[in-house]
């Protein structure tokens, strides 16, 4: 074959989520996967008028390796640049790793193309899936060993408020003392009542801390169609009912999203959940009047998500124009009882990772002063 390469020839390489290319020696590409299309953001129809040499912001590496591959010098070699995206000036060019290596048909050459940040980021959900997954037996166990003691605690608070209402009966059918005694004895049993009251109620408020930790795991996969849009106009009614003042929301929806299967429920509680941590950001803004957040719905196409490739998936954004994820816990926030706010639980995110992943999604975000983004990221059929 002295011509380009039919796409039918090689179209494993259109399911990998390397970029991919195959160019003859003098540079002139050959082929490019749909992987190096969508990621130039060029049709591959382009890419196979051009040469391999032009795609990059410094051509003289590929040129200096192509060179070197032709004269027999290596058989293979590997460099760093920076990838041209079109177009240039709208996107910022893709930092890569290129690794180029002789073909058994002469004078080809086999182009693998990774993009550094999202082998980064590869690398960080792979350390947040192990994370998440240590977290959530720990939170199990630590719930479980509080569940039977919190239990027991609160069996006695109330045991010796009856304790005390029994012996304050008792008293009074013994007669009837003066006065100044029968205050001094009502003053003395509404105190220790008020204790066992205080006693009961942390209890009960511990139980309910214990009962968020463990309903990830309490309730079963319920799965269904899911339309994102109704999950996400659920919770923008929530969100603007609870805040009906001071709060813009806005939406920003692709509505040929496809329905996938999932756990509607679970799915708005992770929504809810990454926007009710936006909104306690907000709190100033709100009272301010200029608070703004944006539910952004899109498809991403050739996604990687761990090392799994997905050819089609939702991207939902939480968009808010707060102060930003404070510094300090900015590599901790999905972690439980983390929290950025003076009294948080620290696990309304935590919760929304863990039923993320249960549809083998996961969630991103970068955040600067005036402009937080948090991005669900779900397979697609």
């Known amino acids: 074959m002295n011509g380009m390469v039919q796409p039918a020839d090689y179209e494993a390489y259109d399911q990998l989520g390397t970029m991919v290319a195959i160019a003859r020696g003098d540079g002139q590409c050959l082929f490019a996967n749909s992987t190096l299309e ?4 060029v049709s591959r129809r382009s890419l196979l008028r051009g040469n391999v040499t032009d795609w990059f912001i410094d051509p003289r590496p590929m040129r200096d390796t192509l060179q070197a591959l032709q004269r027999d010098e290596v058989t293979s070699g590997r460099f760093e640049a920076q990838l041209k995206r079109a177009p240039l000036g709208s996107f910022e060019p893709l930092l890569v790793r290129v690794s180029a290596s002789q073909m058994d048909t002469p004078d080809w050459v086999l182009l693998e193309i990774d993009e550094i940040e999202q082998q980064t980021r590869q690398d960080r959900e792979e350390r947040a899936l192990d994370l998440a997954q240590a977290n959530k037996e720990l939170l199990r166990n630590l719930a479980h060993e509080i569940k039977n003691p919190l239990g027991g605690i609160r069996g006695a608070a109330q045991l010796l408020e009856m304790e005390l209402a029994a012996q304050g009966a008792a008293s009074r059918a013994r007669g009837a003392p003066s006065l100044g005694t029968r205050a001094k004895r009502a003053g003395s049993a509404r105190g220790l009542t008020e204790y066992t009251q205080v006693i009961i109620h942390e209890a009960d408020r511990l139980q309910a801390l214990v009962d968020r930790l463990l309903a990830p795991h309490r309730k079963p996969h319920v799965v269904g169609d899911v339309n994102i849009h109704e999950v996400c106009e659920r919770v923008r009614l929530l969100i603007i009912s609870e805040f009906p003042r001071g709060l813009e929301v806005q939406r920003d929806y692709d509505i040929s999203i496809p329905e996938f299967r999932g756990d509607r429920e679970q799915l708005i509680q992770a929504v809810l959940n990454i926007v009710r941590n936006a909104t306690e950001a907000l709190a100033e803004q709100i009272a301010a009047g200029s608070a703004r957040l944006v539910l952004r719905t899109r498809i991403a196409r050739q996604v990687t998500i761990g090392k799994q490739r997905y050819r089609l998936a939702l991207e939902l954004h939480v968009q808010d124009n707060g102060p930003g994820v404070p510094e300090s816990i900015r590599d901790r926030i999905f972690q439980p009882l983390v929290s950025g706010r003076e009294g948080g639980s620290g696990l309304g ?33």
């Open 349 to 381: 995110l935590t919760l929304a990772q863990t039923f993320v992943q249960q549809h083998r999604g996961t969630i991103e975000y970068d955040s600067a002063p005036g402009r937080t983004n948090f991005k669900i990221l779900i397979p697609l059929p």
């Open 38 to 41: 969508n990621a130039v953001a």
